[in-house]
C-alpha cells in the first residue's frame, strides 16, 4: 500500500499535465487579424469649368491598398505593375515616395494626396467609400439608396455590385474619382 500512495501522486501529476500540454495543442493561438487589402484601378479627371468641360489632370494607375484609414498603404502601379508611387500613413503622418525618389514627408495622408495629385482627395473616407458606406467621422446626406454626399463629394454607389464606386467633389474645380475593384479585392 505505501507504494501506492507514493505514486498516486505522481501519476496524477503526470494525468495533469498530459491534459494541460493537450489543451495547449487544442486552443488555436490567437493571432492579428489580416491587413485590410483592396486593389484595382482608379481614374482621377479635374475639369476646368465643371462637368462637360476640358479635363485639365488625368491620372490613371492600377493600385494596391493594404491597411485602413488609421495606418496603411497604397501603392499606384504602372500598367505593367511596376509601382509608380508609393505611399504610406499612420497616426505620424504620411510618406509619398516616387519611383528612384526618397520618401517625402506629410502631415497627413490628405496633405499626402494633394501634394501628389494636385488636389485634396479625402483618403480616409475613401477608404470607407469602398466599403459602400460613408466614413464615420463626418456627417453625411442621402441622396437615394445608392448615393450620398459627404465632405463636399457625391458618393455613387450603383455599381458597387460589380466593384465600382465613382465620387465627384460638389465645388470647383469638379473632380472625378472612379474606381475599379479587382474581383479578388473584398471591400
Given at each position: 500500500m505505501r507504494d501506492q500512495a507514493a505514486t498516486g501522486p505522481a501519476a496524477w501529476v503526470l494525468v495533469v499535465s498530459g491534459l494541460a500540454v493537450l489543451w495547449g495543442c487544442a486552443v488555436a493561438p490567437v493571432s492579428p487579424a489580416p491587413p485590410h487589402s483592396l486593389s484595382g484601378r482608379l481614374a482621377l479627371q479635374v475639369y476646368a469649368a465643371g462637368s462637360g468641360s476640358d479635363v485639365t489632370q488625368n491620372v490613371s494607375a492600377g493600385f494596391e491598398w493594404?491597411?485602413?484609414?488609421?495606418?496603411?498603404?497604397?501603392?499606384?502601379?504602372?500598367?505593367?505593375?511596376?509601382?509608380?508611387?508609393?505611399?504610406?500613413?499612420?497616426?505620424?503622418?504620411?510618406?509619398?515616395?516616387?519611383?528612384?525618389?526618397?520618401?517625402?514627408?506629410?502631415?497627413?495622408?490628405?496633405?499626402?494626396?494633394?501634394?501628389?495629385?494636385?488636389?485634396?482627395?479625402?483618403?480616409?473616407?475613401?477608404?470607407?467609400?469602398?466599403?459602400?458606406?460613408?466614413?464615420?467621422?463626418?456627417?453625411?446626406?442621402?441622396?437615394?439608396?445608392?448615393?450620398f454626399e459627404q465632405l463636399g463629394w457625391r458618393v455613387d454607389l450603383t455599381s458597387h455590385g460589380k466593384g465600382r464606386i465613382v465620387a465627384q467633389r460638389l465645388d470647383p474645380p469638379l473632380v472625378t474619382l472612379r474606381i475599379q475593384l479587382d474581383k479578388s479585392s473584398s471591400p
Amino acid at each position: 500500500m505505501r507504494d501506492q500512495a507514493a505514486t498516486g501522486p505522481a501519476a496524477w501529476v503526470l494525468v495533469v499535465s498530459g491534459l494541460a500540454v493537450l489543451w495547449g495543442c487544442a486552443v488555436a493561438p490567437v493571432s492579428p487579424a489580416p491587413p485590410h487589402s483592396l486593389s484595382g484601378r482608379l481614374a482621377l479627371q479635374v475639369y476646368a469649368a465643371g462637368s462637360g468641360s476640358d479635363v485639365t489632370q488625368n491620372v490613371s494607375a492600377g493600385f494596391e491598398w493594404t491597411g485602413d484609414a488609421l495606418r496603411g498603404q497604397l501603392d499606384l502601379l504602372s500598367p505593367l505593375g511596376s509601382v509608380l508611387a508609393q505611399a504610406r500613413w499612420d497616426e505620424g503622418g504620411a510618406w509619398l515616395r516616387t519611383s528612384g525618389g526618397a520618401p517625402v514627408w506629410h502631415a497627413s495622408a490628405d496633405d499626402l494626396a494633394a501634394h501628389a495629385l494636385g488636389q485634396r482627395i479625402p483618403l480616409a473616407a475613401v477608404f470607407d467609400w469602398l466599403q459602400a458606406r460613408p466614413w464615420s467621422q463626418a456627417s453625411y446626406s442621402t441622396v437615394n439608396s445608392m448615393t450620398f454626399e459627404q465632405l463636399g463629394w457625391r458618393v455613387d454607389l450603383t455599381s458597387h455590385g460589380k466593384g465600382r464606386i465613382v465620387a465627384q467633389r460638389l465645388d470647383p474645380p469638379l473632380v472625378t474619382l472612379r474606381i475599379q475593384l479587382d474581383k479578388s479585392s473584398s471591400p
